[in-house]
Nanobody, 111 residues
Framework: VQLQASGGGLVQPGGSLKLSCAASGITLDNYAIGWFRQAPGKEREGVSCISKSTGNTFYSDSVKGRFTMSRDRAKNTMYLQMNSLKFEDTAVYYC?????WGQGTQVTVSS
């Protein structure tokens, strides 16, 4: 079972990035799925998640209106579209299903 995250990079404030997380060995539809992030010196925090039971998507207040989480069932992949990026969005981003973490992808917002 593996979650492979990708798509991070260096972007200027106001820019956009799209993170991907491809799952192997499991079917994402069978789980609640989420994205977390951890900034230097800070605890890991939840960014967004999709409920298994309802399919509803939730966002932290800090990213609401700027980030969009989605999934592609055919590709067994989840995504995080990040727009209007801010300095404070700089962090390692992790995809997650219960008990399984992806390896993390670095997002750096800098001018």
């Amino acid at each position: 079972v593996q979650l492979q995250a990708s798509g991070g990079g260096l972007v200027q404030p106001g820019g956009s990035l799209k993170l991907s997380c491809a799952a192997s060995g499991i079917t994402l539809d069978n789980y609640a799925i989420g994205w977390f992030r951890q900034a230097p010196g800070k605890e890991r925090e939840g960014v967004s998640c999709i409920s298994k039971s309802t399919g509803n998507t939730f966002y932290s207040d800090s990213v609401k209106g700027r980030f969009t989480m989605s999934r592609d069932r055919a590709k067994n992949t989840m995504y995080l579209q990040m727009n209007s990026l801010k300095f404070e969005d700089t962090a390692v981003y992790y995809c997650y299903i219960p008990d399984i973490w992806g390896q993390g992808t670095q997002v750096t917002v800098s001018s």
